[in-house]
């Protein structure tokens, strides 16, 4: 009976380190410095990394505005327009259609974005490395200079 006790606990603990373990935050960075996000984390919604949308895009210096009562944010990085409204699919990059997987969606007062389709929608390329559950966005003028 202990015995069956005692592994009871080491099933409830592994199952509770991994859930820890998943429930980690992943990390971003943009040109190879991490990205803080004091209020809320990033975090996998969707089967994609969501994260506080100006966090990431503001290091990338693009401008972020939020419009509260049409619920749309708009994006501006040099050439670059992107627009999408909270809960859709799509959105437009400079002016044309763009269908992604994951809705912007309001968390706690913040607006979580797939990091992923934006950071590329605004000419960088996205990268995701699994061992250190890392998102790694490297910006135009960066590509340039590399």
Not at 52 to 77: S, Y
Not at 115 to 133: M, N
Request: charge should be positive.
């Amino acid at each position: 009976m202990k015995l069956l006790t005692l592994s009871r606990i080491g099933i409830v603990g592994v199952t509770l380190c991994a859930a820890l373990v998943q429930a980690a935050p992943p990390t971003v960075t943009v040109d190879g410095r991490t990205v803080n996000f004091p209020d809320m984390q990033p975090r996998f919604m969707y089967n994609h990394v969501m994260v506080p949308l100006r966090g990431v895009f503001e290091r990338m210096h693009a401008n972020v505005d939020w419009d509260f009562g049409a619920q749309r944010i708009t994006c501006v990085k040099d050439d670059a327009t992107v627009q999408l409204m909270l809960g859709d699919k799509e959105a437009r990059v400079n002016g044309q259609k763009v269908l992604f997987d994951a809705p912007a969606t309001l968390s706690h007062g913040r607006t979580l974005v797939p990091v992923s389709f934006l950071a590329q929608a605004l000419g960088a390329r996205v990268e995701w490395d699994d061992a250190s559950q890392t998102v790694k966005i490297t910006t135009p003028a960066r590509l340039r200079q590399g």
